[in-house]
């Protein structure tokens, strides 16, 4: 099942590496032996591939999960209620006895769920229905992400500060709080004297003040190509793509680390051979942190 | 260089106990004798080696995950600010990769194990591993849900499941095997479990757990490896599970194993309401079989979070305590659950399995075998040993803790009848050389000349927590890593790991396989050498 998601167009390789199409032990005849739901406010190139579409009203998914989460209980729901998600209690109900009668379900959502109206909350929702779902049988959900390796920085945040994004250092140790540390947030109120950008393009995505505090402020971007955030930058380093002229690590959606064999050479350097030698030349400079003076306080 | 003089040494592995002793260092080794560059006046301190934790989570894709679900954890819990030795992080129920390697030295401790890893995403833990300063590391393989593996069981083709479990083993640059709840991991892909040991398993015609772990029992000894199968038993938390516990003790009679977490493994009653401690029953077939060890995986009251590769059991537990639950499924490999959890001591049966952990190390009568954990950080938090090591080491004490639970417990435990006391002498065997023994790990745990120079000095107080929370020193490979609370440096720790031998066919029967059942091609699934630092590899010798 997928929802708010369009991964004939941006997961090409999904659903024949991974969901729709592999045969295996107890699916021998892959596609045939699956069933395909696809949740979405408009048709996309993803419907061909689905058994059964949902076209939600736009900003209506919260209350979709929910009636869904509310007659999966077997609760009462009102038909205005169905309503106004812009289906009818015929096609839930199917939807919900094909889902309990599965042997294995997996739910893929994407930005169309996470970033609209509601945001968080959806994912809340969608997540807290795959796991009352499993009263009935093995059902997870996964997340579809974005582009780039944005998974691995996710993973590595989370090993050294505790917290996957949204993070201040200012006190000296790692601080969350995802609407005032995010990088759109910080930017926007203009906190930020300096900005160094790896293996991103916010010029392309940000609100118009953040897109002007970074074209105030000295931004440093390492880059493979011309971007929009390369074009305001006072300094703007070429690298060599990762996968295909570096080698390194890609974390995959589903958090398992692949080694990137690179397949050409390239004249530019990569980012970590980059942000190594500017690491060396602030070595240089004399340290301003303090010595280590705070003891172990026992823990509470 | 460094002598350090007139301490009373606790070294179990060489029969000292409490003698007065001069320690000389040299090249990160204990030697005879040393011209000295600096001395530490040990005189009244007391002298342990460095603690050794044979069972505990800290690197890799669950714990990961579990700090993902967390932050409110984080905010409370003790910061570690960045400085000149020491980078910044954070510690509490599931502590940042630096923040652990600090607070394991900070304690003593200088060796750890991760018990449980993917080979899918062994890449991951060693990425991990590498972040964690001073300790030594190891980590073990999940090996009883694999379904290749568990294939050729029910196959019967002993010989290639062999080849196969140390070809995996070579892959995920691991030390040892563990079980997870043998095929109950794999019957949770159906949503169910598998609780017998004689019962198929879901989704197999004839495989049962019993198979599994006799086979993956004799396996890890013709590999000669050096720790025993590190198995975590079926049926892990449920009321009435020592039936379970006993059964496979009886299965793998004769063969070496580790029972981890055995405080999760030993109850009795038939439900929530009846529940009870049957620590006694595991103490007394366990006394008679020295060919097993266990570490007792204690819980403590308060906050914590549960991760374990048991997904059907985590399942339950979310259910049970309505908290937040995450699930990962790790292809055909293995699984694991995360459930943050909150241990009561109100509640009666939080109240039994705090008894059932002290039980077991004060019932179980060779310190040799029996090893302090908490399961970090299922029963608690592995910074909290000391809060175990007190109760150990004082009856009063722990009898002032057993007045606060509810009446009702004594019935149901059998901790108010013991008096026994822990001594300074076993509390080292329990939290270093025993361990040390058990992981195969010939240079830890051991003061003798030549061994590796891992210890850490105490100052002598009648706190005991107090005393083995804040270590006057902590020396490892030789260096003053802790010096009175103060982090002092932070060298990088080694990785040891095992290279058994397999048959050279074995590629050839599962890069077809690969192409099956994985979404890895068979030739980036191998964990490379170069990505781990300071890789140490331990020899595979044939057990007697």
């Known amino acids: 099942m997928y929802w708010g998601g369009n991964p004939a167009e941006c997961h090409p390789r999904h659903f024949t590496k991974y969901a729709l199409m592999p045969k295996s032990k107890f699916l021998p005849n892959g596609r045939k032996d699956r069933t395909v739901v696809l949740v979405d406010i408009r048709e996309t190139k993803s419907v061909k591939a689905a058994d059964l579409f949902l076209q939600v009203r736009p900003g209506k998914d919260f209350e979709l999960l929910t009636i869904l989460r509310a007659l999966l209980k077997g609760h009462d729901v009102g038909d205005r209620e169905i309503a106004q998600t812009g ?25 169309g769920l996470s970033m609209t109206r509601g945001k968080h909350m959806n994912s809340a929702a969608l997540l807290t229905l795959a796991a009352e779902l499993n009263s009935f049988t093995k059902f997870v959900a996964m997340p579809m992400r974005g582009h780039g390796n944005v998974t691995g920085a996710d993973v590595i945040m989370r090993w050294q500060t505790g917290y996957p994004f949204g993070i201040s250092f200012n006190r000296g140790y790692p601080r969350y709080n995802p609407g005032e540390f995010s990088t759109v947030d910080v930017l926007v109120r203009g906190d930020t004297d300096c900005a160094f950008i790896i293996g991103a393009d916010p010029g392309a995505t940000m609100p118009r003040p953040a897109i002007e505090h970074l074209a105030r402020i000295p931004t440093i971007v390492l880059d493979p190509h011309v971007t929009h955030t390369s074009r305001i930058a006072k300094v703007h380093i070429t690298t060599a793509p990762a996968g295909i002229a570096a080698p390194g690590t890609a974390y ?20 970590e051979q980059v942000i190594k030698q500017i690491r060396a030349h602030l070595e240089q400079k004399p340290n301003w942190l303090p010595d280590s003076q705070q003891t172990l306080a026992s823990q509470v | 260089m460094l002598r350090i003089y007139g301490g009373k040494v606790f070294d179990p592995a060489n029969g000292i106990n409490g003698q007065v002793k001069d320690i000389c260092i040299q090249d990160g080794r204990i030697v005879d004798t040393t011209q000295a560059a600096t001395e530490i006046d040990a005189r009244g301190l007391i002298v342990f080696p460095g603690g050794v934790d044979v069972h505990t989570h800290v690197a890799g894709g669950a714990i990961n995950f579990a700090r993902a679900m967390t932050p409110e954890d984080h905010r409370r819990t003790q910061a570690f600010i960045r400085s000149q030795t020491r980078r910044s992080g954070l510690g509490g129920m599931a502590p940042t990769t630096f923040a652990t390697g600090y607070l394991y030295a900070g304690m003593g401790f200088t060796t750890v194990n991760e018990a449980a890893v993917p080979v899918l995403s062994a890449r991951h833990t060693h990425e991990e591993l590498n972040d964690v ?11 009883a849900n694999n379904e290749i593996v568990m294939n050729l ?6 010989e290639r499941a062999k080849h196969v479990v140390a070809w995996y083993l070579n892959a995920a640059k691991g030390y040892g095997i563990k079980a997870v709840n043998p095929g109950g991991v794999a019957a949770w892909k159906w949503g169910k479990d598998s609780k017998e040991l004689s019962s198929p398993i879901a989704g197999f015609n ?14 890890v000894d013709d590999l000669g490896l050096p720790h025993p199968l590190h198995l975590h038993c079926n049926n892990l938390g449920a009321p009435g599970n020592i039936a379970t516990t006993l059964d496979t003790m009886k299965h793998l009679e004769g063969n070496r194993v580790h029972m981890a977490h055995s405080q999760y493994h030993a109850y009795g009653g038939d439900g929530w309401d009846t529940m009870r401690s049957e620590a006694a029953q595991f103490a007394e077939y366990f006394n008679a079989h020295p060919s097993m060890t266990t570490d007792t995986g204690a819980v403590l009251f308060g906050d914590t979070v549960t991760i374990t590769a048991d997904g059907p059991w985590q399942h339950l537990l979310y259910k049970l305590t309505g908290r937040k639950w995450g699930n990962l499924d790790v292809e055909n490999e293995t699984g694991c659950g995360i459930v943050p959890y909150t241990y009561k001591p109100s509640n009666l049966v939080n109240a ?5 952990g002290l039980e077991l190390l004060l019932l179980i009568n060779d310190p040799w075998r029996v090893f302090l954990t908490t399961d970090h950080p299922n029963g608690a938090c592995f910074w909290r040993y000391p809060e175990i090591i007190q109760l150990l080491m004082c009856a009063d004490f722990r009898n002032a803790c057993m007045a606060k639970l509810p009446a009702k417990i004594k019935s149901r435990i059998y901790l108010p009848e013991i008096t026994r006391e822990y001594s300074l002498y076993e509390i080292a065997i329990i939290m270093s050389a025993g361990p040390a023994r058990a992981l195969g790990h010939r240079q830890k745990g051991n003061l003798a000349v030549g061994k590796d120079a891992d210890l850490v000095i105490y100052r002598e107080d009648h706190d005991i927590s107090r005393m083995f929370a804040q270590p006057r020193y902590v020396i490892k490979a030789g260096e003053i890593v802790i010096d009175d609370g103060d982090i002092r440096s932070t060298p990088e720790g080694r990785e040891f790991m095992v290279q058994p031998e397999f048959d050279p066919t074995t590629e050839d029967f599962l890069r077809p396989l690969f192409e099956d059942c994985y979404t890895m091609s068979f030739e980036n699934y191998p964990v490379e050498l170069d990505r781990i630092e300071n890789p140490t590899i331990q020899d595979c010798s044939r057990v007697q």
């Open chain 1, 87 to 111: 289906l009818d209690r015929a096609v839930l109900e199917d939807l919900l006895s094909r889902m309990k009668a599965s042997k294995f379900g997996a739910i893929f959502f994407g930005m």
């Open chain 2, 153 to 158: 069981m029910e196959a019967g083709d002993y």
């Open chain 2, 133 to 143: 300063p001073i300790v030594d590391k190891s980590c073990l393989v999940l090996m």
């Open chain 2, 206 to 219: 004839s495989l049962t757990p019993g198979m599994i772990v006799q086979q993956l029992a004799r396996i």
């Open chain 2, 352 to 356: 039994v399995q705090w008894a059932v």
């Open chain 1, 252 to 271: 995959r959606m589903d958090e398992i680390p692949l080694p990137l064999s690179p397949a050409i050479d390239s004249p530019y350097p990569t980012d």
